[in-house]
């Protein structure tokens, strides 16, 4: 039997939370960066994915920071809608449990 008890610790949450974040920061970057190029680029699913995940601080600083996907209206409202919808979610589980 798994004890998540070990797993979901307030260390390994905010280690997790600093990682998704990081790399939602680094697919916007990588992702402008072959838009430069022309080159191959990250799928869009894969962005939100990311911020659903939890990366949405991450993918919306990337964002603004590289201006990448700024002028897509899906981007702009979306990621900080997941997010607000995460925190809400969140807060409502600490509250109710």
């Known amino acids: 039997m798994i004890n ?3 797993i979901f610790t307030i ?3 905010v280690i997790y939370l600093l990682a998704i974040n990081l790399f939602g920061f ?3 970057w990588y992702d402008k960066k072959k838009a430069k190029m022309g080159q191959w ?3 869009e699913k894969t962005i ?3 911020t659903a995940l939890g ?3 991450g993918t919306i600083a990337g964002m603004y920071k590289f201006r990448h996907k700024t002028q897509k209206l899906n981007f702009t409202i979306g990621l900080p809608l997941i997010t607000i919808l ?3 979610g969140v807060i409502y589980y600490i509250f109710t449990h």
């Open 4 to 6: 998540f008890d070990n």
């Open 11 to 13: 260390r390994n949450i």
């Open 41 to 43: 680029r990250i799928q």
């Open 48 to 50: 939100f994915i990311v």
């Open 86 to 88: 995460e925190i809400i």
């Open 55 to 57: 990366g949405g601080f």
């Open 26 to 28: 680094f697919i916007m």
